[in-house]
């Protein structure tokens, strides 16, 4: 794919050199004939200059003497001459031809204009002409210099067109800016992008009150989850209450304990779910405050001491590599411990017994960067496109877990700004990248 402004200066290109083709065709009849014309218009006035001559001094002093009939004048490079002869009286003579002439022993081809007029019932032929050689030379020097007038318009008038088709796109490069910039319609720039293209304008403005009707929309969807989610929430805990109430019975049989212990864990998953997507719909409602410093490494160190007995249990081998720290401002320690506890709590339930989980920390160029790599069952490509969405990376076989955890993960990321990078093969493992800011440092 090639850019608007690419393809207007490649066209404006192609335009010019196909213009430029056809002139190259056509510039040498042109200026042959321009040329010829402005020699032939050169022998007339030549021609009328000596009638005039004639006509003020006679014709004797052209006319040496009675044995010798002609007259003729070249210049210092025979370049041009002027030839005056009798001739026939019934000889008429007035029409220009390409003819040659031998000067000292060298034969010329010359331009020759010949015209007969009468003096004192003498008839003269008169001839004026210009040697082809020059003629030659001069068309050279006309075309080369139009050759290098037309480079340099064309060189002139593409950098014109590009610095011109640039401004002329600017404002739709900041429209694209403004929609690559936003990972949520109401954090869209709604300053109008300056500009006295009407198009432009009115994709702007179309895009921001598309935006607005989004964010609308969103709004109202955050507002209905998170009422829904309070909502649910009261009755859930109620009803788990009853049926812990009711457990305690000792007049209980083990086929009816057995079935309430099963919905108290229904009624806990369900608890849970609605409290992720209380907790997502809070954090991209912004309601989280991000007044929190710590450090990163310490914040890894209590999940690693947290979820270390549940990998010793599965016989997965946990490795701390922290060998860079981050000291956090403005940001919301307790989510960004859901993030990362989310994450390595996924890649325990994902490796098997005997795999390994490499927790490390680095800084890497001007970012710093958290890699957790595990050794586990690793992800398709299908499955990458939709880790992060909701319910998609549920486990189906063993029914456990709600399929939101990692969707809650990238709702933190992206509140703080985090960049996730997801790289897994199948059978291979999968390592999760997290890279902060660098004015997070």
Do not use: C
């Not at 190259?24 to 200026?31: D, G, H």
């Not at 004192?120 to 050689?133: A, I, M, N, T």
């Not at 709600?402 to 985090?418: N, S, V, W």
Request: proline share 2%; net charge negative.
């Amino acid at each position: 794919m090639m850019k608007l402004k690419y393809k207007l200066s490649l066209f404006n290109i192609l335009t010019k050199l196909i213009f430029t083709a056809l002139f190259l065709i056509l510039m040498p009849f042109i200026i042959e004939r321009i040329n010829l014309r402005q020699v032939d218009n050169n022998l007339i006035q030549k021609r009328e200059q000596m009638i005039s001559l004639i006509s003020d001094i006679g014709i004797e002093p052209f006319i040496i003497s009675d044995t010798l009939n002609t007259f003729g004048s070249y210049n210092i490079l025979k370049e041009e001459f002027i030839s005056l002869e009798k001739i026939d009286s019934g000889e008429e003579w007035n029409f220009i031809e390409v003819t040659p002439r031998l000067i000292e022993g060298e034969e010329i081809e010359y331009r020759v204009l010949n015209y007969s007029f009468n003096v004192d019932d003498q008839k003269y032929l008169l001839e004026v002409g210009k040697s082809l050689q020059s003629i030659g030379v001069t068309e050279r020097n006309i075309r080369n210099v139009m050759l290098l007038f037309l480079i340099l318009i064309i060189v002139i008038t593409f950098m014109a067109d590009y610095q011109y088709t640039r401004a002329i796109l600017n404002p739709f490069e900041k429209i694209k800016d403004k929609l690559k910039l936003i990972s949520d319609p109401s954090l869209f720039d709604m300053t109008p992008v300056s500009t006295n293209t009407s198009d432009f304008a009115a994709l702007d403005h179309a895009l921001m009150e598309l935006m607005d009707n989004i964010n609308q929309l969103f709004r109202k969807e955050k507002d209905i989850t998170i009422n829904i989610s309070h909502e649910l929430l009261t009755p859930v805990s109620v009803l788990r209450s009853k049926l812990e109430n009711i457990l305690l019975r000792e007049e209980l049989n083990h086929d009816i304990e057995a079935k309430i212990e099963e919905s108290l864990k229904t009624l806990h998953r369900l608890q849970s779910l609605v409290n992720s997507l209380l907790m997502i719909a809070k954090i991209e409602s912004h309601q989280y405050l991000r007044e929190d410093s710590f450090s990163i490494n310490g914040l890894l160190d209590e999940i690693i001491q947290e979820i270390d007995p549940l990998s010793e249990d599965g016989g997965i081998l946990l490795k701390n590599k922290l060998k860079d720290d981050l000291d956090i401002e403005k940001a919301n320690r307790s989510l960004i411990f859901s993030m990362l506890f989310n994450i390595i709590n996924n890649s325990v339930k994902n490796t098997p017994s005997g795999g390994q989980i490499l927790i490390e920390s680095r800084y890497q160029q001007k970012n710093f960067v958290i890699t957790i790599t595990d050794n586990g069952k690793g992800l398709t490509e299908e499955q990458q496109k939709s880790l992060f969405s909701r319910f998609s990376m549920r486990n189906k076989d063993s029914g456990e877990g709600t399929g939101i955890g990692l969707a809650i993960a990238k709702t933190i990321a992206d509140f703080h700004k985090i960049a996730i990078n997801v790289t897994s093969q199948p059978g291979s493992g999968t390592r999760f990248s997290f890279i902060f800011p660098e004015i997070k440092k």
